[in-house]
């Protein structure tokens, strides 16, 4: 599947629509999901053009995949979960249910989060 640049995270990356931003480097944006799912509901984004997590694995840079990772505990941290804990969440392709086709991490907590999947319908 090849990148495209009309999907909404790419827009709010070049801010033509806005965010509820939470942290930003060279690397990562963060911003707080429109529709939470839990008192901490942060979607984190590489800046690169990556649709999915394993185009980003098989394509990113290891600065990138670095700079990536570390975004993600800056928002933990930030956030204030590292000592309660969180859940990292990567819907990836058609079963994983993806809607956003710009590689992005739920960072969800703030509460216990219950079982990891519900039973399938
Ligand atoms: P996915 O199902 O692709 O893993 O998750 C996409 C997420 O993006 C959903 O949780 C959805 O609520 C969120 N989302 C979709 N459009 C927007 C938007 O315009 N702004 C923000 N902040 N979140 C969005």
């Known amino acids: ?10 827009k709010i990356l070049r801010g033509e629509i806005p965010c509820d931003k939470v942290f930003e480097d060279d690397h990562a ?5 429109i529709r939470p799912q839990a008192p ?3 979607l984190i984004i590489p800046k690169g053009a990556y ?6 694995s098989a394509k990113a840079s ?3 995949i670095a700079g990536f990772t570390r975004a993600i505990h ?20 058609a079963n ?7 590689f992005h991490v739920h960072l969800l907590g703030g509460r216990a ?5 519900t039973r399938p319908r």
């Open 1 to 10: 599947m090849s990148y495209d640049p009309s999907n909404i995270f790419a």
């Open 29 to 33: 944006l963060a911003f707080k999901d």
């Open 40 to 42: 901490v509901h942060v």
């Open 51 to 56: 649709v999915s997590s394993s185009d980003f």
């Open 62 to 64: 290891a600065e990138e």
């Open 74 to 93: 800056a928002v933990a941290e930030k956030m204030g979960v590292l000592d309660a804990g969180y859940r990292l969440i990567a819907n990836t392709g």
């Open 96 to 102: 994983g249910l993806q809607e956003v086709p710009h």
């Open 113 to 117: 989060l219950g079982p990891m999947l």
